[in-house]
Every structure is written in structure tokens, then in C-alpha cells.
Nanobody, 116 residues
Framework: QVQVVESGGGLVQAGGSLRLSCAASGSTFSTPAMGWYRQAPGKQREWVATATSGGNTNYTADSVKGRFTLSRDNAKNTAYLQMNSLKPEDTAVYYC?????????WGQGTQVTVSS
């Protein structure tokens, strides 16, 4: 079984920054693929960023490119999403995922609210 735990959400003013953390534990393969989706009220879940298995390549959505940076600590199986220049439209619940052993596991989500 794999556990995925996010932290770091909160309330921030537009233009501010937050850093989300995602820790994976349990039966994970070495350096699993990890990443983030988000879901705003009344909208579908939107992909934000992915770090591939092996940890060598990161991808980010066009909507956050240049503002959000995904990084990871492979020794800790932890991924970080550094979010800068936040906008009100970034307000959402952010969900971390881990792909390992052919299955995708989700965290419980962390709320990010950006006030204008």
C-alpha cells in the first residue's frame, strides 16, 4: 500500500508564493512518477505538473509555466511544487499523485486560496 500526504496549502494574496509538499511512503518503487493536479470549484480536475519516474524530467502545464516549479527529493520520495506569482484563478484544491507498480495513488488534497 502507498500513502500520499500533501501539505503546504493556505491563503495568500495575489502575487504571493506558496510551496506544496507531497510525501510518498509505503510500497513505492525507487523514484516513482509524481505530480500534481488541481480542481477549482465547479471545474474539472486539471493537470498541473509531473516529474517522471527516475526523476530526470519535469513537465508543467502551460497555464502555470514560468510561475510554478516542480522539484523532488528522491531520497525522501517527496515532491515540491513551488508556486510563485499566484493569481486568483490558481485557487483550487491541489492533489498530489504517485504512480508506482502500475497504479496511481492520490493524496487527500490541500486547499490553495489566492485572494485578489
Amino acid at each position: 500500500q502507498v500513502q500520499v500526504v500533501e501539505s503546504g496549502g493556505g491563503l495568500v494574496q495575489a502575487g504571493g508564493s506558496l510551496r506544496l509538499s507531497c510525501a510518498a511512503s509505503g510500497s513505492t518503487f525507487s523514484t516513482p512518477a509524481m505530480g500534481w493536479y488541481r480542481q477549482a470549484p465547479g471545474k474539472q480536475r486539471e493537470w498541473v505538473a509531473t516529474a517522471t519516474s527516475g526523476g530526470n524530467t519535469n513537465y508543467t502545464a502551460d497555464s502555470v509555466k514560468g510561475r510554478f516549479t516542480l522539484s523532488r527529493d528522491n531520497a525522501k520520495n517527496t515532491a515540491y511544487l513551488q508556486m510563485n506569482s499566484l493569481k486568483p484563478e490558481d485557487t483550487a484544491v491541489y492533489y498530489c499523485f504517485v504512480i508506482t507498480g502500475g497504479a496511481r495513488y492520490w493524496g487527500q488534497g490541500t486547499q490553495v486560496t489566492v485572494s485578489s
